[in-house]
């Protein structure tokens, strides 16, 4: 997502206008694959914002269901010739829903944790820190007051005990390299993306005002994120509705790969074979590939192999666009086909860069499981499986 | 009509999630790859042939019209239901059945997307040419239904010269499979060539069985600028004199030039009357020597600039223009026209010619580009459907394109089918004695006239059959 603070200027004609219905985009949709359906397509998707905005045809259920039934992943936009902005649409259109009162049951109970606790998760914003009870020591930068960094952990990792590990290892990575950081702990508030991607600006825009503040108090010259969501919001939206940030925004992916290859950080051997999966937030959307390769050839001995589908073209692991809080078998059936191509490599590691991937891709294993597929493959966050090679 | 009854037996068939009928999911079937839109008034997805039959005995029983689609990529409205019709979507019949190595031959559900299918074959060595643009996009049952073709069908021919059985629901609900995995047949009527290009009015096809070829070893690409289309005319009949016959032969004229370089800032000549794209195959040698051969021929008929690849990377350079044309007209204006005019190749300067004219006349901007090889031009009108003064112009200019190419020789469409769009000149085209061979022939197969009525011929048959 680009430009929202325009979102409400743009006419619905200059978004849709120039889809010329020829249909490449239905092969790259996630969706569509899995159902074979037109509606679960890109083009159908089009077609219905444009047949409501000209009058013919009405909101309905069914009809917030199929806007609903998107990931938001934007590979359709990748290889559509007219260069129809068929993400902006969609969360024009989902805006336009919620206002109809027409929102996806799910995502309406996600947005109301989020006016209430500032999360995603519906537990009370001081449990921020949850993540570090388990740990020998709480990190160094729990609590801190004034740092170089910041590091912005995000809801999913702060709250979702299968997450815990990404930011753990995050911090141990960070002090291990001698980093200067902080946690906003209590302070952090949702980054502001599923209300965006549901089409509730002004309540992302609060939150996102009080997390420059925050940051801002701290004196940081830099924010990470390990979360690729919280991480695209702070590079490109954040600085849109909110002006100039005066701060450098980096995924964590890009602070390792430059803290290994200079030398901040010493790993042991690891033979074996990875494959890396992009999330959509930061390949596609935000343009990073390089750095998280970069960091597994730093892995003494393990052998990277590419998927069928990566890097622009990279399948969606089904975890996007709020699809999981609206259709979770969906969801589901995304996550199975893309740990698929990943088993399809004879990889023992399926890494990704983002707590999402993560989680949906490790229900798509077990779903795979389930279903008598032999899969020898462990689902790992990159933070993850680096931090413990940590010599 | 539909009734809540016939919706619960259609859904009893092929199951509950396969039975559309809400009107933001019938907006979803209501279009093509043209501008045109109808919402059918229902959408039914069967996953196998004896599903099909038994949607199709229902649909008999019903008098309710049926219009078979793939995915939607067709640029003639074939797959755009009549009024109160039923879309049959076969999308969900997606096998690849059988690749037989020996024979060289592929069967696949109808539903297969071509681009898998050619994929798939690949793995094996094999070639499966006929390559339309949509050929990521669109289905095998569709590319037979409309008589698909593409860029390499110059050296390798049509969809049509490729399939060699078919199984064909009828109207009835009869299973038919004619063909077979024999080069030669002449046990009775070709009954697979009727078929291809029948858009679905005759039958709806739920198998293929396709000709394979082995996979040439290597490519060699040219890309050759002509100030004048005449020249170029010329030097694509003097490239297949020379002995040369080119796997890809494409031109863009000076509009499309001017609309690709708008778009791509990629230093293409806009005072350039045409460009050509020429592309051979074979083995490694072979591939160099024609398209050296077809360089000189370039030069020496009036080329101004002349191109060769060195390498795979500067190949897919010298296409970017042709891929990107596509792309640069959905951006200069909201709607495009595509038509799919065939001309015998000598007529195809004076055909731009006349095009350009029309144009003119009309007040439109219309590119054209397209296989010259064969003779078969696109010339596509760009528009804006919103401006009704607009919209009628370019009725009108179709109606002159349509007879121009008809006066030089030439047919309607080459690759795209009538559909809808071309159903009021198809008798200018074919003559009237055509037109009432074809009518008996559709009313011997669909004497109930429920196999998508209006397309390629008018709905109603009865007045003129009599």
Redesign the interface.
Known sequence: MTETTRLADLTHDELY???????????TCPAYLET????D?P??RI??VR?AAEG???Y?E??AD?IHRCTLCTACEKVC???VEVEKLLVEGRADLAEAGLLSPGVRRLTESLAANHNISGEDNSRRLIWTENLPQPPLGAGKAQAKMAYFVGCVSSFFPASYSIPQSMTRLLEAAGEDYALLGEQEQCCGFPLLVSGQEPRAEEMMRHNLERVRALGADTVVASCPSCYHMWKHVYPEVLGELGLRVLHATEWLADALEQGRLKLKPLPGRVTYHDPCDLGRKSGIYDAPRRVLRQVPELELVEMRDHHANALCCGGGGNLESHNPDLSGALAERRVQQAVDTGAQYLVSACQQCKRTMANGLRLLTKKGVKARLRVMDLMELVERQLE | MVNTAIVEELRGIVGAD?V?T????L?????????QERRPALVV?PATTAEVVAVVKVAARERLPITARG???GLAGASIAGEGGLVL?L??M?RILEIDQENMMATAQA?V?T?DLQNAVAAVGLMYPPDPS?L???TLGGNAACGAGGPMCLKYGVTQDYVQALEVVLADGEVLRCGGKNIKDVTGYNLVDLFIGSEGTLGIITELTVKLIPKPAATRTAKAVFPRMDDASAAVNRILLSGVLPSKLEIMDGTTIECVEDYLHCGLPTDAEAILIIETDGDAVNAQREIETAAQVCKDSGASEVQVARDAKEADELWLARR?V??S???AR???LGEDISVPRSAIPEMVRRIKEIAFRHELRIVVFGHAGDGNLHPNILFDRRDPDELRRVEEAVADIFAAAVELGGTLSGEHGVGTLKLPYLEMAVGPVAMRVMRGIKGALDPLNILNPGKVLPRELHCERA
């Open positions: 206008l120039h889809c010329i219905r020829c249909g490449l985009c239905l092969y074979l359906l037109e509606p397509s083009r159908a077609a219905l047949a013919r045809l009405d309905s069914r009809f199929r010739p007219s260069g | 396969y559309l809400d009107p933001a999911d907006a979803s079937y209501a279009y093509d790859g043209t501008f997805s995915m939607g990529s979507s999308t969900r997606n539903g997307i681009g949509s990521k996009h669109s990107s596509s792309g007209l959905g951006r909201p709607n495009k």
